[in-house]
């Protein structure tokens, strides 16, 4: 099968969740002998945007990748005030101010669906990630009607899910891969749909390893117990509650306990002796960092469904969630994974819990991967995947005739 999957950002450098996950789909479809293409912009930075990557034709891991110049940077400025109008004004707002919103918010490559629509005919299917930024709002009614669809929307409940021009971009695809219940319940809900579906998730390499004391001595950790949170460091993950959690937990509980920020911050980190941030790190560092930590952390508010965690699981690390996050306490519960917190009480007492009960951390660990290794093993999910594709194939004519 010819396969274009459209996406924001495209790269092995590039950290992403949604970006990450078309990453990995493309790569796993592409090994398993399908012809894949990537339609994706120039940008490495998503708060500006800015072109760093070369325009045109780059082959990654066996996928062709077609880059596409974004036509201007954002403007924060400019940004704030319509996104402030659209999304947080609390009344309807014309289509007209809306569209600029999709403009301002980017990345806006006009070059992008003009392509998608004068290449449609040459795939077999399009499938678009993430329903937020220009790619996808400008890419999927590009495409819709010329070949199948598949909308893979890494959408979670956040205000911006409620812009009124979602409710016919969600009508467009001929299918829908979920990544978890809360999500496909989430959109069902909100925008209803006669395409066909499926939950997928995402792969996880259940043989991935990580070097435990490797990080440790790179960052001078020794036996010190540490909690580890991976990913952008920014406060719509919950990163600064949970920063300041840890702060006052030590003031508290005085101990040798760390907290170890691995990811690109957006905010400054606590100065603090027991945080230590290692900004953006190699793929095989990151499973170093899993692989030595003793709590594994996730703070997010949104989240469609967090690789991180699972890759935390795979690694038999016990985990720590955001409770306000359905997908995290949902994912938490049906792992018997992880303990959930809601409020600095329940996160103070988790971390108790954990160093009282010296079985905890490894039942919860062992809780995880069988629960990895049952819904997220990349074989059976690929071959799910494929099914899937093959279904929206065969609803195509169906729902265009």
Not at 65 to 70: A, S
Not at 285 to 313: G, H, N, R, V
Request: some cysteine; proline content about 6%.
């Amino acid at each position: 099968m010819k396969m274009l999957f459209v996406v924001q950002r495209y790269g092995e450098q590039i950290a992403g969740g949604s970006e990450q996950c078309c990453r990995l789909f493309a790569e796993r479809m592409s090994t398993l002998g399908h012809e894949v293409s990537v339609a994706t912009s120039c940008a490495k930075n998503y708060t500006d945007w800015a072109n760093e990557f070369p325009p045109g034709l780059e082959r990654i891991n066996g996928v062709d990748v077609h880059r596409f110049p974004v036509d201007r940077k954002r403007n924060g400025e400019r940004f704030s005030n319509v996104d402030s109008s659209v999304v947080w004004g609390g009344f309807p707002t014309p289509l007209a101010t809306q569209e600029l919103w999709v403009d301002e918010m980017g990345p806006r490559t006009i070059d992008l669906p003009k392509w998608v629509t004068e290449q449609a005919d040459t795939f077999d299917i399009a499938i678009f990630f993430t329903y937020l930024y220009y790619p996808t709002i400008r890419g999927l009614p590009a495409a819709a009607g010329r070949l199948p669809t598949l909308f893979q929307p890494t959408a979670h409940v956040e205000p911006h899910i409620t812009v009124p021009l979602f409710d016919r971009l969600f009508r467009l695809p001929d299918g829908f891969g979920f990544l978890t219940t809360e999500e496909a319940q989430m959109v069902n809900k909100r925008f209803g749909h006669r395409a066909v579906e499926e939950i997928i998730g995402v792969g996880t390499d259940l043989n991935q390893t990580g070097n435990e004391s490797r990080f440790r001595e790179k960052h001078g950790l020794g036996d010190a117990p540490f909690l580890l949170y991976v990913g952008r460091v920014d406060p719509g993950k919950g990163s600064l509650e949970a920063f300041d959690y840890f702060v006052t937990y030590k003031r508290r509980n005085p101990s040798p306990l760390k907290l170890v920020i691995v990811g690109d911050p957006v905010m400054n980190l606590p100065s603090h002796p027991d945080v230590i941030g290692t900004g953006f790190v190699p793929e095989q560092e990151k499973l170093d960092a899993i692989a030595a930590c003793t709590i594994f952390l996730q703070p997010s508010y949104f989240e469609s469904f967090s690789m991180a965690l699972t890759e935390a699981w795979a690694l038999r690390r016990p985990v720590l969630v955001q409770g306000r996050c359905d997908v995290l306490s949902g994912q938490a519960k049906r792992s018997n994974g992880a303990l959930i917190y809601n409020g600095f009480a329940e996160f103070e007492a988790a971390l108790d819990l954990f160093f009282e009960d010296k079985h905890l951390a490894t039942s919860l660990g062992a809780n995880g991967h069988a629960y990895v290794e049952k819904n997220y093993e990349w074989q059976s999910l690929a071959s799910r995947y494929e099914l899937l594709l093959e279904r929206v194939v065969d609803a195509f004519p169906r729902r265009n005739s």
